[in-house]
């Protein structure tokens, strides 16, 4: 009896302990569900606010642009200083020009707007919207954008001034051609070749990063259309302790085909650079004379096989019966396309060459069997 | 003269409206092709400038359903576009563009040639 008293109390307590627990449990779960709930409503409203804060913005930025679109455009086609100022003048360009005046986002807007106008047109165009940029005095808002600490608003202003060709600048942005920050560099040296074209090339002189080919080829085509000057220190360049600026130099030589400059990128076949060899053999052929062929000969062995198969095409068009001597051991060598290259300078050099070919090679053997047919096919330029 | 202009950039309509205005001529402005080919349609203009770059329809399928139209095929074209490489330019020759201006231009040079391709389409006109 008192057992089974017993059990009943524990079976009781049990049954109380899992309802106080189940209680419990659906308050934890209740609050939850409250809070998460609170939390997706104040995270909407988050959203709600962030999209039409952000559309209102886009609004008035659509309608701050129409404004300033209608100021540079009536600008922009002014024949005179005085049609300039008298347009600047009109009631409705000054309601403009104090509307822009009131915030900072304003002037960030209407400077490029600038930018973006002047990098599609040229001529007095061009002019009026340089004029407008200074009657505005927006210089100091771009020179306080270059001391940022941030380099992106730095690498935007260094845009902004090439674009609307601001020569006042030409010293700031020069200190920024060897900054540590890669991006910062290269706009400031696009932007310094922009402004003063061959010139702005000086910060070749001093530059101890290395410049990236995609850069070189950045700067080959801001130079395009200029005609090299006379002061640019290309024998300098060819001594730098930097190989990309050796590299670059030589690029330079080969497309302003600089033959003056033809005993210092020889200088370069020596380099302790095999990357830079192989630019200065490339180099040399686009501004060759009689004597390039024996000088690359006489580098042919201290060279890697991409670097030899390039002196080897080189002399295709460069050799002459001189060269055979060189040219017809190669063609045993272990490489097929060393065959190939030798066998092509030596017929080009004389049609009548391709007698002596097939007298040192085995002619029915591979890969002479495939060889010799093509190379007949070859038309001899 | 009644000079329609397409671009898709609003800068460039609004500097090229100001100074063919200013140099007479009334001007019909459209930011894309689609709505190029209505307004041609719509007020048969005298000459055509429009951009290779556009939305829905470029300015060298405007230079192509303009020239094979027999109603609109006498009205000169000018394409103006930042692409310079020689191929885009020999198609739009031969599509049938009558000049050719390579962005960055100068608005003055653009007018220059809207006179002179203006006086060739009239001289043409007379001897027709």
Redesign the interface.
């Known amino acids: 009896m008192h057992q089974l008293q017993f059990f009943f109390t524990d079976q009781f307590n049990e049954i109380v302990n899992y309802l106080h627990y189940s209680v419990f449990k659906e308050q934890i779960l209740l609050r939850t569900i409250l809070l998460v709930s609170f939390l997706i409503i104040v995270l909407i409203f988050f959203i709600l606010y962030y999209l039409l804060r952000r559309s209102k913005r886009g609004k008035r930025k659509a309608f701050l642009q129409k404004m300033f679109n209608d100021l540079i455009g009536q600008i922009a086609i002014c024949e005179s200083e005085d049609e300039l100022n008298e347009v600047f003048s009109q009631p409705d360009s000054q309601k403009i020009i104090q509307q822009f005046q009131i915030e900072k986002f304003q002037k960030k807007l209407l400077i490029s707007e600038l930018a973006k106008t002047s990098k599609k047109f040229r001529g007095s165009t061009l002019e009026n919207i340089q004029w407008l940029f200074e009657k505005m005095q927006l210089k100091n808002e771009l020179l306080n954008n270059l001391k940022s600490k941030e380099w992106h608003t730095k690498a935007k202003a260094v845009q902004q001034l090439a674009l609307l060709k601001q020569d006042w600048s030409i010293k700031e942005i020069f200190a920024l051609t060897n900054h540590e920050n890669i991006l910062l560099r290269m706009e400031a040296q696009i932007a310094i070749v922009k402004l003063t074209g061959f010139e702005g090339l000086n910060f070749l002189d001093t530059i101890s990063h290395p410049i990236s080919e995609w850069q070189q080829l950045r700067l080959i085509q801001e130079l395009s259309g200029q005609a090299i000057t006379e002061n640019v220190n290309i024998c300098q360049w060819l001594q730098s302790k930097n190989d990309s600026v050796v590299h670059f130099a030589l690029r330079l030589i080969e497309i302003y085909q600089q033959h003056k400059y033809y005993d210092d990128a020889a200088i370069c076949l020596s380099h302790s650079s095999s990357g830079i060899c192989r630019t200065a053999v490339a180099t040399l052929s686009f501004i060759s004379n009689e004597t390039t062929a024996d000088l690359l000969i006489e580098h042919y062995l201290d060279y890697n096989a991409a670097t030899q198969l390039d002196i080897l095409k080189i002399l295709q068009n460069d050799g002459t019966e001189s060269h055979l001597e060189f040219l017809l051991p190669l063609l045993h060598h272990p490489d097929d396309s060393f065959k190939m290259a030798a066998a092509a300078a030596i017929r080009k050099i004389r049609s009548a060459n391709m007698e002596k070919i097939e007298a040192s090679v085995e002619k029915s053997s591979h890969p002479w069997n495939v060889i010799l047919p093509q190379l007949k096919m070859e038309p001899i330029t | 003269m009644k000079i329609l202009i397409s671009d898709d950039?609003?800068?460039?309509l609004?500097?090229i409206?100001?100074?063919l205005k200013?140099d007479g001529h009334e001007v019909i402005v459209t930011s894309n092709g689609k709505e190029a080919i209505e307004q041609i349609k719509l007020h048969d203009p005298d000459m055509i400038i429009a951009d290779i770059m556009m939305p829905f329809i470029s300015g060298l399928e405007i230079v192509n359903m303009v020239k094979q139209n027999h109603l609109h095929r006498n009205v000169p074209i000018i394409i103006l576009s930042?692409m310079g490489q020689e191929n885009v330019v020999l198609e739009a020759f031969n599509l049938g563009a009558d000049d050719y201006i390579t962005?960055?231009?100068?608005?003055?040079?653009l007018s220059m040639r809207v006179k002179r391709l203006a006086a060739s389409a009239g001289a043409l006109a007379k001897n027709n």
């Open positions: 950039e609003m800068i460039m609004k500097i409206e100001l100074r200013k930042a962005k960055p231009f100068s608005p003055n040079e």
